[in-house]
Every structure is written in C-alpha cells, then in structure tokens.
C-alpha cells in the first residue's frame, strides 16, 4: 500500500486514539469512571491515580493498533486497508471498554469505602427556565441539506442515460471502485436516498441535542448551565456543518458518474473532509469537555460551596457499568453519557428501543432493496 | 430571564407532587416567578427531574385549582397574569387551621411566643429578599 495513503488514515486516527486516552479528564468533575463523586472528590489523590494510570494503559494499547495497522500496511494492499483501518478502530473502541471495566469497578469499591462522600437525602436541582434559552441552532438549517439530496435525485433520474451501466457501490481510499451493480433506477437511486436518510439521521442528532435532560450541579446552578448550553450549541452547529458537507461530498459522488470529474480528486476531498471532522471533534472534546465542564467559568467556580462534599444526585443504580443508563421511572429518552462525550439514551424507555431499531433496519432495508 | 432552581428531596416523606408544589408557591411569593411566565410543560419538568409525568401533572393541576397557575392548550402552563386570587375568608379560616396544631406542637416542646414569631418574620422576609435584585 502506497506509504502516504496509510500515513493519512493513521493521521485520522491519531486524534481518536488521543479523544479516548484522556476521555477521564474530559468528563464532568461529578462523574469518575462512570460512578458519581462528590465535586470535591475529584482531587483525591486515589482518583488522580487512577486518571494516571487509565491514561497509561490506554495509550500502550493505543501505540500496540498503530503498529498493528502499519505492519499490516506494509504487508497489504488498498483492499485490506479499507476492511484493516474500519476494524482497528472498531477493535480499539471495544477494547478500551475492557480497560475502562476495571477501573469503573474500583471507582465503585472506593466510593463505598467513603460513607463521608453520601448524604442520607438524594436531592435533584432543575432550573424552570432552562428550555426558554435557546440550546442548538435551527434543524431549519438542514433543508439546505434536503434541497442539495432531492436536486440530486431529480439530476440522477434526468442523467439517467448517462450513468454508467454498473452502479459502484463500494470504493477503495483511493477512489478506485471495488463492487457495482447494474444500472436500474432502483440502483441509480441508492445514493440520493442515503443522503436523506443521513440528513434526518443528524436532523435527529440535532433534536437530541436540544432534548437530552437537563443536569444540574448543584455547586454551581447557575454557570453548569451557562457552560452547558454552550457544549449543546457547539456540537449542535457541528453537526449541521459536517452533515451538509457530507451530504454535498456525496452529491459529488454521485455527480462524477455522469460528467467526467475526477474520481481521485472526490476521494481525497473525502478524506480531508473526515479528517477534519475528527480533529474539529478532538478540538471541541478538549476544549468543552462533556457537559461544557472544561469550559471557564464566566464567575468563579466556588469549591468551597458548603455541600461540594457530598454527592447530590446519586442515580448510579440506573447505570449499568457506568455506561448504559436504565430507568423505567424517567420519562427521558436522552441523556449525557457517563463516560464519554456526549449523549446516550434511557434503554428503560420503549421509544429508546423503537428508534434503535429503526436507525438500524432502514439502510439494511435499503441495501437488501437494492441488491 | 427567570431563573428559578426547584429542588425535590427525592428521599423525603413528603409526596414529590407537594414539594414540587410548594416550591412552585415559594417561587411566586419570591417574585422569581413573575406573573405570566410559562412554566415547562409537564413532559419537558418530568424528563428534566427524572420522575413520572402524572407527579409533575397532579402538582400542576393542584396549582391550578389553588389559582396559582393557568393551564392552556396552547402556551401550557403559566404564572396566574392576573395574580394570585387574594385572601378571603375562607382562606384565613384555613390557614389557621393549618397553623393551630403546628403552634400546638411547637408551644408543647417550649417554644415561645416571641422565639416563634421571630422564625415567622425570618421566613417571611427571606422570601421577600430572592426576588429584589431582579423586580
């Protein structure tokens, strides 16, 4: 494989390996390993410890992938990158999840050994003019989007005679086509359909953004909330920015079928555009932090508030390895992740299954469609 | 913009619909709620504190038979724009039904008349205070 084609998806890589590696101080200070510690907490010398050591062995693991995917590299070709660079990452994600499963079972051991961290009231702060400011940009913004996937329909289906006879439906990182099908409007068609799907997949997103509960912390009401409307708007805008650009790359895509425009050149604007997305992604994480809990305060943060010692909203029951959150008593349906950055959903709400369901089976209908 | 924080002691005897509802009322004598402004609706309060959405209701519409809040279709709950009704007759025949025993109780265990009036005047003017640096 071409040695600069691999320097660039491990470039891409980079900037996961490092989102995940420091993700213990990138949550709230509240949360620790998926338990929930009071604020104060955060700078027990135990807890530090284990941030240092998370930190360690995340990254051994992490330098242990990049030299699997480079021997891999060197040994194969642009076909075994594009199945090897999807199942790394996959491999790295769920294989960080074994290194993070000990660590959350000793943060519980040692909360547990600190009955001085628990008060004997559970006590949960909401502020009633929450919903009245405005936590994400406009899903109106995604009818740019809309418009941009049903032009392409209506290009394709006008352009329909000069389309190809085989439809890819697979390309390589360089943009070299892998698999095609022969050309029905049904095929033709595929392309433009995913674009929509994708556009109401983020117009999704974008809702979630704005439902997800509300968390409050309750040594500091007022700036937790400021700092968390701006997280919310932040990756709101970042989410209508790349979901219009991917829609428009794919536009693209379908475009260079019909008139001659490089198919190397879309490829590689492809792969800019996913690298820039990753390092925006990275770039957000670290400067926002989940919640908005590493932005700066706009007044100071006040440690020494008279309850910063005590947890107030203790719900780690409803938090299955500190990662899947069920509850059948909260209407919620979204809720921010424990450990990671941003939301996951209440898998003890019906619509939660309901809208798995439906996010998986459409594209797999779509494709069995097709083929 | 508003800024009023119900907390609920979830762990607390007393029913989460009445302690929903007495901050709500605690929030109106302390001009943090205005008259007219929109409270959540009982799904988005329900979600946001994590509790059935018939809690959040029941308190609403004890709120509203009081005269504290109106419900419509449309804007969903609000502050009574016209104002809490005022006290009549058969309000201060209550209140002092209400405030016998607990005098009782507190009169049994030697608290005394000028000790409890002082908490009065305490709780009293502190819910005065919350609201003045905004109205």
Known sequence: MKLTLSLTLLLTMIPIFIAIVCMPFWTRKTVSFGVTIPRNAYDHPEIKKMRKSYV?????????????????????????????????????????AFIYLPFFQKMRELKEAQPEWHTKSNIITVDTSFRKNKLTYSNKWFILAFTISFITIVVTLIGYDYLPNDIPTRYDFNGDILETVPKTYRS??????????????????NTVIKNAKQQVEHTEPETSLQR???????????????????????????????IPINQQLVAMM?????????????????TTGQG?????????????????????????KHWKWGIFYVNRNDPSIFIEKRFGIGWTNNWGHPASWIIFLIIILVPIILILVIK | MTDMLIQLDMESKEPLYTQLRNQIVEGIASYQLKPGDALPSVRTLAQDIGINLHTVNKAYKQLEQEGFLIIQRQKGALIHPGGVPKADDRYLHELTNVLKPIIAEAKCRGIAYEQ???ICQEIYLSLHKKGDNTS
Do not use: C
Request: charged content about 10%; aromatic content about 12%; proline content about 1%.
């Open chain 2, 116 to 118: 409890f009036t002082t």
């Open chain 1, 56 to 96: 360690l062995i995340s990254s051994i693991f992490a330098l242990f992938v990049t030299v699997a995917f480079l021997v891999a590299s060197f040994i194969g070709d642009e076909l075994t990158a594009g199945i090897l660079y999807p199942m790394l990452i996959i491999l790295y994600i769920v294989g960080n």
């Open chain 1, 292 to 316: 908005g809990s590493r932005l700066k305060n706009t007044t100071s943060g006040n440690l020494s508030h008279k309850d910063g010692h005590v947890i107030h909203r203790d719900d780690d």
């Open chain 1, 188 to 205: 033709a068609l595929l392309l433009p359909i995913l674009q929509i799907y994708m556009t109401l997949l983020f117009l999704f997103i």
């Open chain 1, 270 to 286: 492809l792969i800019i555009f996913i690298t820039i997305v990753i390092i925006w992604a990275l770039f957000l994480s670290f």
């Open chain 1, 228 to 258: 968390n409307i701006t997280f919310r708007k932040r990756w709101s805008l970042f989410t209508i920015i790349n979901g219009t650009g991917l829609i428009v790359l794919l536009t693209l895509l379908q475009l260079a079928l019909m």
